[in-house]
């Protein structure tokens, strides 16, 4: 048992700190509710940003930056978006050794000053649809703040396209709200429910808001990723119109998505165990860790030629595997083993001298600790194949798991005596009343996490009021 | 001739606006001094990022990320850091609807934040060196700005590292700084002279600055790349020790170095003419755009067929080169020529019936019009042998450039003549006293750009005092 991690079970909120301090994974900074990103957890945000880019331009979209600060007039302009963000600016008031004659606020997000840019840009339906993403820092200032979970500042991702109609919009919306799911579930081996928002829970300033919602292990949802319906609400706002094809002046149709530097917070709550972090080899920075093990000159030479060989059998592929050798001689085996554990590396090779005799490496797997020895003859091919396996059962895994921990309950003392005693997802029938909603939530802490996508509607009787309701929708505490 | 762009002869600023804006490159923000890097400018970005965070990563570097807030008082912990950089300084008052009890700062640049948190990962001369390098925003309020060369928020990279001893850092400095000198001549095809700063001209807070200096068109020096050792400066202000190898609490010595947006303008100072952007194949977002051409149907189906070939011909190959097919149907052709003139397109790809039916198409460079008829059969080689002729012809051109403008001169009145006759790099003997260095600064606006290294020192005596000097440094005025 690592000794730097408490276990789940005694106390999770510590647990998740220790894990992130015993990966190296994050800090908090000088500034209260900011982070300092480390190497090791940055790397996580970069396999994840090369996955996403890749799926991104793939579908057409193509990257540009817009200004961290924008005009506090700007947040103003729609209504909905100013009531949403108000409390959490940060405001530059001064700069230059002057006060600003309009203070400036940090973006939030950027919807503002992207509306300003696209209504110069777009002129007739020719210029769409005009698809831009942009990576960079967004502030929202928290009180309460969770290293990757909720922070002051965090890295994004923030897509923002503008259509000739809102059937395209809504469209496009979908696709971006799937890319995101697919890119959970095949790379993060985190399963995600996917559905649209309720009223309460819609992003400031949107038609429809759509998200992946993920269960924890401590049977917390937590929203992974959300793609917006924006409608003509912010072409209105910043004056975005174009000549459609009929020669009429009309307002675009918007759409925004966005994923942050928090899935580090979900991937590792998702698949971490007692002795630390868990990485699903898709995503982790290095997937293979080489740990030479020797205690003469003599020795020395024989396994660092093996694991050489080991090191180059993984690297010659079409698709060379992420490998890291370890050649640290000042620390004990078991204290360089534990490096690898804590880091969530999926896979350890240990090359003792008895393990070349052999004419094997012992690999050693993060999740399950099985043990397979491997010959070189063997490795090209078995490596990838253990990795593939150890991806799909972390999936299996979780998803299991989310199915344990998922509810249907039929009436409200019901609802409130499963969340106490199980919590995870409960599908209940709601009669769509934000008053049912916020009464539900003042009450429980539960808050509707998204009304499901797919299947066949079953209708039923709100469990609160007995109303009429169209389908289940999902019920959970939430991150 | 492009009527949209201004031409050099007649007004320089203006003609690097109108490449900028014909380009689509960048737009002026909201926000005074800001901008937004449009598309086509941040492809550029992204090319330049992938070549120097490979290098980065080569030499050992990790990425990570610092907050983008810094408590005002870090500021003022380096008595030359805070005098360099108080004047530009935005600064956050208010946040979540409060008056912070302390002014936090938009990072100028981390050394202050990356020093805090060293002096807790550093222990021992075991956790050094530390090699860590983030790509990020910064924020240095200005008063007069131009898009990409000096805008209040631009985006950069800033290594930073700490080291067991000065030399290690000295050698850290200098190999940041060959980086940097060999991306811009091999990738950007912009010839640099390097060197050592003057100590009016170093960096706030650091013992040696190195720079990269590059000549523009208009014959203004730009510098566009900095390396600087910062000796054990931020160590004691921030309390960066570690336990050495013999045992005894020792602060680190350490480096920074960072190049910026400003690139793209030095890029297309280098290289672009009176048509608008010129980008070397290297760096270019896109190679080869291919335009077919097209009046009927049945001619569509052939050119489409034989473009749809050529592409394949350039995409199949082991290290593919970056293509478009420019598909546009509602554009003339000269409109869809002229499209991919100004983005800068080293090498387009003319493809009408007539040339299906003489089985070639016609590649027409960017830089010089020449038009090369390639058929299907060579294009695999020979436009990769194309473009690398384009890039070296390039580079060829403008290290010419800079050579046909420097001068030798020595004697001030000699100097100022040359200046105002000739401009560009002129070397000079100096006393090495800042008081010459702000007279000459004063009355002619040229500044030393660099003590440039290698070759053999040359003594002579001081242009302006006749007093004894050990090498020539370069004047120039800069931007």
Same mark, same amino acid.
């Given at each position: 048992?690592?000794?730097?991690?408490?276990?789940?079970?005694?106390?999770?909120?510590?647990?998740?700190? $220790?894990?992130?301090?015993?990966?190296?994974?994050?800090?908090?900074?000088? =500034?209260?509710?900011?982070?300092?990103?480390?190497?090791?957890?940055?790397?996580?945000?970069?396999?994840?940003?090369?996955?996403? $880019?890749?799926?991104?331009?793939?579908?057409? /979209?193509?990257?540009?930056?817009?200004?961290?600060?924008?005009?506090?007039?700007?947040? /103003? #302009?729609?209504? &909905? /978006?100013?009531?949403?963000?108000?409390?959490?600016?940060?405001?530059? +008031?001064?700069?230059?050794?002057?006060?600003?004659?309009?203070?400036?606020?940090?973006?939030?997000?950027?919807? +503002? =000053?992207?509306?300003?840019?696209?209504?110069?840009?777009?002129?007739?339906?020719?210029?769409?649809?005009?698809?831009?993403?942009?990576?960079?820092?967004?502030?929202?200032?928290?009180?309460?703040?969770?290293?990757?979970?909720?922070?002051?500042?965090?890295?994004?991702?923030?897509?923002?396209? *503008?259509?000739?109609?809102?059937?395209?919009?809504?469209?496009?919306?979908?696709?971006?709200? $799937?890319?995101?799911?697919?890119?959970?579930?095949?790379?993060?081996?985190?399963?995600?429910?996917?559905?649209?928002?309720? !009223?309460?829970?819609?992003?400031?300033?949107?038609?429809?808001?759509?998200?992946?919602?993920?269960?924890? &292990?401590?049977?917390?949802?937590?929203?992974?990723?959300?793609?917006?319906?924006? %409608?003509?609400?912010?072409?209105?706002?910043?004056?975005? +119109?174009?000549? $459609?094809? &009929?020669?009429?002046?009309?307002?675009?149709?918007?759409?925004?998505? %966005?994923?942050?530097?928090?899935?580090?917070? *979900?991937?590792?709550?998702?698949?971490?165990?007692?002795?630390?972090?868990?990485?699903?080899?898709?995503?982790?920075?290095?997937? =293979?860790?080489?740990?030479?093990?020797?205690?003469? !000159?003599?020795?020395?030479?024989?396994?660092?030629?093996?694991?050489?060989?080991?090191?180059?059998?993984?690297?010659?592929?079409?698709?060379?595997?992420?490998?890291?050798?370890?050649?640290?001689?000042?620390?004990?085996?078991?204290?360089?083993?534990?490096?690898?554990?804590? &880091? %969530?590396?999926?896979?350890?090779?240990?090359?003792?001298?008895?393990?070349?005799?052999?004419?094997?490496?012992?690999?050693?797997?993060?999740?399950?600790?099985?043990?397979?020895?491997?010959?070189?003859?063997?490795?090209?091919?078995?490596?990838?194949?253990?990795? +593939?396996?150890?991806?799909?059962?972390?999936?299996?895994?979780?998803? *299991?798991?989310?199915?344990?921990?998922?509810?249907?309950?039929?009436?409200?003392?019901?609802?409130?005596?499963?969340?106490?005693?199980?919590?995870?997802?409960?599908?209940?029938?709601?009669?769509?009343?934000?008053? =049912?909603?916020?009464?539900? #939530?003042?009450?429980? #802490?539960?808050?509707?996490?998204?009304?499901?996508?797919?299947?066949?509607?079953?209708?039923?009787?709100?469990?609160?009021?007995?109303?009429?309701?169209?389908?289940?929708?999902?019920?959970?505490?939430?991150?």
């Amino acid at each position: 048992m690592a000794k730097n991690i408490t276990p789940r079970a005694e106390n999770y909120s510590q647990w998740y700190l $220790d894990v992130i301090a015993a990966g190296q994974l994050a800090d908090h900074a000088p =500034v209260k509710g900011c982070m300092v990103i480390r190497p090791t957890g940055y790397a996580i945000w970069e396999q994840m940003q090369a996955v996403l $880019d890749r799926k991104f331009k793939e579908t057409g /979209h193509v990257n540009a930056y817009f200004p961290v600060l924008i005009p506090e007039s700007f947040i /103003h #302009k729609e209504a &909905q /978006h100013i009531e949403g963000f108000s409390p959490e600016l940060a405001v530059v +008031t001064h700069a230059g050794g002057k006060m600003l004659e309009e203070p400036l606020v940090v973006r939030p997000t950027s919807e +503002t =000053v992207v509306g300003h840019m696209y209504a110069q840009w777009v002129q007739s339906y020719r210029d769409l649809p005009l698809l831009i993403n942009q990576w960079c820092n967004v502030m929202r200032w928290e009180l309460r703040t969770r290293l990757f979970l909720r922070t002051s500042e965090f890295l994004w991702q923030e897509g923002h396209t *503008a259509h000739e109609t809102g059937a395209e919009a809504e469209e496009e919306t979908l696709r971006m709200l $799937d890319i995101y799911r697919v890119f959970m579930e095949d790379t993060l081996a985190m399963p995600v429910l996917t559905g649209r928002k309720s !009223e309460s829970e819609k992003f400031p300033g949107a038609v429809h808001t759509y998200s992946c919602e993920a269960l924890m &292990q401590d049977k917390k949802a937590l929203q992974a990723g959300t793609s917006h319906y924006l %409608g003509q609400n912010f072409a209105k706002a910043f004056n975005i +119109t174009f000549l $459609d094809r &009929q020669n009429n002046r009309t307002h675009v149709h918007t759409t925004s998505w %966005g994923a942050s530097t928090r899935l580090i917070g *979900a991937l590792l709550m998702t698949h971490s165990d007692d002795d630390g972090l868990v990485l699903p080899p898709r995503i982790a920075p290095v997937q =293979v860790a080489i740990v030479p093990l020797y205690k003469s !000159e003599a020795e020395k030479a024989e396994v660092m030629a093996f694991a050489g060989q080991v090191s180059r059998r993984l690297s010659e592929k079409l698709d060379p595997l992420r490998i890291r050798m370890d050649t640290r001689e000042d620390q004990r085996p078991a204290d360089r083993f534990f490096h690898w554990v804590q &880091q %969530g590396v999926p896979l350890r090779a240990e090359i003792g001298p008895k393990d070349v005799q052999k004419g094997h490496a012992m690999f050693v797997r993060r999740d399950t600790r099985e043990k397979v020895p491997l010959s070189l003859e063997q490795i090209a091919v078995a490596v990838p194949e253990l990795l +593939t396996r150890m991806q799909d059962e972390l999936f299996a895994k979780a998803k *299991a798991f989310r199915e344990a921990h998922s509810h249907r309950v039929d009436s409200y003392p019901e609802f409130k005596r499963v969340l106490e005693e199980q919590g995870g997802f409960l599908y209940a029938h709601w009669n769509g009343s934000a008053e =049912v909603e916020a009464m539900v #939530k003042e009450e429980t #802490k539960a808050t509707i996490r998204c009304i499901p996508a797919g299947g066949e509607p079953a209708p039923g009787k709100c469990m609160v009021t007995g109303e009429p309701s169209l389908q289940r929708v999902v019920f959970s505490v939430a991150y």
